[in-house]
């Protein structure tokens, strides 16, 4: 999967402060119409393009926890595979409702690593 930068150089989307969010589901994007929990119930059930999207959307966040996560030697890319691996294999574990990215944070940081 290839990480697509979007919005800003960084790579990091922009999501404004002041767009209330629905109740029931983490927004991805002001005008994407689409949800982290609608991707997660997506992934859950074998959804790869859901997957895609996932990653192309949340790995900018992830990144972030690989590097400080990643033992010293191991390349983030490693890192962040491994949180995406075990993303991918507890996705049916996933409960839908407003908590995706606290979930997608646990996932990352309950790997090993320093």
Known sequence: MNHRSTGTSSGL???SPYTPAPEHACPVGET???SLDDLLVQVAHGGRSAFSTLYDLTAP???GIARER???G???EDQLRA???RIWKHAPSYRPGPHAIAWLVHEATALPGR
Do not use: C, D, H, K
Request: zero cysteines; aromatic letters at 12%.
């Open 32 to 34: 994407s119409g689409t």
């Open 13 to 15: 989307r922009r999501i």
């Open 70 to 72: 990643a033992e010293p």
């Open 61 to 63: 966040m992830l990144w």
């Open 74 to 76: 191991t390349p983030v």
């Open 83 to 85: 949180i995406y691996a």
